[in-house]
C-alpha cells in the first residue's frame, strides 16, 4: 500500500499535491499546520489530518514516525518542504530515499537524472520513501466526500534537536522555485545572446514573474536547466506567461500547465506559441525587451522625482 504525506502551511497546499495523492490512489496523510481547513473532496479517497504546527522537519519525521512505520510505501510531493522533510523521514523510518521521481509504484520508481534527460528505473527491494515530481502525472478525481480521520502527534517524540523557523519570508522571484510561481516570463532562440537572458530575468523581476527558458537555451548554458520548461524540465502552472521569441514546440507547451493568459513576442506569427497566446504581438523580442527596459527606467526615474 502507498499514501501520499503532504505537507501543510496555514491549510495551503503545494504544487504536486493532486499527482502526489493520485499516485497514491487516493490515499494521503496532511500534515502541517491548518490541516483542517483543506478540502480535498473529489482529489482523494481517505485523508488523515495531523496538526503538528510550523514547519521543523526533524520534529515533524520523528512524530510521523510511528504512524508511517506501518506503511511501506510513502510518497511526497517534490516540493521544497517535500524536499526537505523525505529525507528526515526517510532517516527516521531507515529506508532508502527515492527523489524527484516521475512515478511510483511498490515495485518500480522512475527517476528523472542529469537534469531530466535520463530516466533510471529501480525496483524496489522493501519499504521506502520518495518524491515525485509535480505536474507530470496529473490529478485524478474520486467520487463522493472523502473518509476523513484525525491523527494525533505524539509530543514525547517531538523533542530533540531540529531546525526551527526562525522568519518567513515572501518568495523571492528570482529565485523561487519554477513549478510554484504565478507568473513567469519565458525567454527562446529568438533571443539573440546569452546578455538577454540577464536582461530578461531584470523584466522579470520588474513585473513580479520569475524567469524560464526553453531546451534550446538551458542545452547552450545560457541558463541553468532548473529554468527548463517543458516535459524534460520542470513543469509549472503559472496564471500569466510570457514569452520572448519561443515557437511553442510540444515538449515545451506541454509541461507550461494551464495558464489565464499567455502573452507572446515572436517575429512569426503563425508558430504554435503565437496561435496559443491571448495576446500575440508580431516584433523582434530583442528590440521588445530593450523598449521594456527602457519604459521601466523612465517609470523609476520620474517615480524617484516625484519622491524627491
Ligand atoms: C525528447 C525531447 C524533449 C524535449 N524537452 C523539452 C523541454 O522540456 N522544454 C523545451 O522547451 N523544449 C524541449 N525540447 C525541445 C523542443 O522540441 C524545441 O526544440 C524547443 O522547445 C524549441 O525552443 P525555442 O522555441 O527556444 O526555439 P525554436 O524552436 O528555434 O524557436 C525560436 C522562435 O523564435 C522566433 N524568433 C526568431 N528570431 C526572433 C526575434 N528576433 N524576435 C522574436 N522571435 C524570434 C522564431 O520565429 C521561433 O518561433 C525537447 C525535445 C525533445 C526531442
New binding site residues.
Given amino acids: 500500500m502507498m499514501i501520499a504525506v503532504v505537507p501543510v502551511r496555514e491549510g495551503v497546499l503545494p504544487a504536486g499535491t493532486d499527482d502526489t495523492i493520485a499516485e497514491c490512489d487516493g490515499r494521503v496523510l496532511l500534515v502541517g499546520s491548518g490541516v483542517d481547513q483543506v478540502d480535498l473532496t473529489g482529489r482523494a479517497r481517505a485523508v488523515d489530518l495531523m496538526e503538528v504546527g510550523t514547519v521543523e522537519v526533524g520534529r515533524w519525521a520523528r512524530q510521523l514516525a510511528p504512524i508511517l512505520g506501518a506503511i511501506d510505501h510513502v510518497v511526497l510531493p517534490h516540493c521544497p518542504d517535500g524536499r526537505d522533510l523525505a529525507p528526515a523521514l526517510a532517516l527516521q523510518l531507515d529506508r532508502p530515499l527515492y527523489s524527484g521521481a516521475t512515478a511510483v509504484s511498490p515495485s518500480s520508481v522512475l527517476l528523472a537524472r542529469s537534469g531530466?534527460r535520463e530516466l533510471h528505473g529501480v525496483r524496489p527491494f522493501g519499504p521506502f520513501v520518495a518524491t515525485l515530481q509535480p505536474g507530470i502525472r496529473g490529478a485524478e478525481s474520486f467520487d463522493g466526500e472523502p473518509e476523513v480521520r484525525t491523527v494525533r502527534a505524539d509530543t514525547d517524540t517531538a523533542s530533540g534537536h531540529h531546525a526551527v523557523t526562525v522568519e518567513l519570508l515572501p518568495p523571492d522571484v528570482r529565485t523561487m522555485d519554477l513549478s510554484e510561481a504565478d507568473r513567469i516570463v519565458g525567454g527562446?532562440?529568438?533571443l539573440?545572446s546569452e546578455a538577454r537572458f540577464t536582461q530578461l530575468a531584470r523584466f522579470a523581476e520588474d513585473v513580479g514573474a520569475t524567469m524560464g527558458a526553453?531546451?534550446?537555451?538551458t542545452d547552450r548554458s545560457w541558463v541553468h536547466h532548473d529554468k527548463?520548461?517543458?516535459?524534460?524540465?520542470v513543469v509549472v502552472d503559472p496564471t500569466l506567461y510570457l514569452s520572448?521569441?519561443?515557437?511553442?514546440?510540444?515538449?515545451?507547451t506541454a509541461?507550461l500547465g494551464n495558464p489565464d493568459h499567455i502573452v507572446s513576442?515572436?517575429?512569426?506569427p503563425h508558430?504554435p506559441?503565437m496561435q496559443m497566446s491571448d495576446l500575440a504581438i508580431v516584433?523582434?523580442?530583442?528590440a521588445t525587451l530593450d523598449e521594456l527596459a527602457r519604459l521601466i527606467a523612465d517609470r523609476d526615474t520620474a517615480a524617484t522625482e516625484t519622491h524627491a
Avoid at 526553453?214 to 537555451?217: A, D, L, S
Wanted: hydrophobic share 30%; proline share 0%.
Fill in positions: 531530466g527562446g532562440a529568438g539573440d526553453t531546451r534550446v537555451i527548463q520548461i517543458g516535459t524534460t524540465g520572448f521569441g519561443i515557437s511553442g514546440a510540444v515538449q515545451h509541461g513576442v515572436n517575429t512569426d508558430c506559441m516584433s523582434d523580442a530583442n
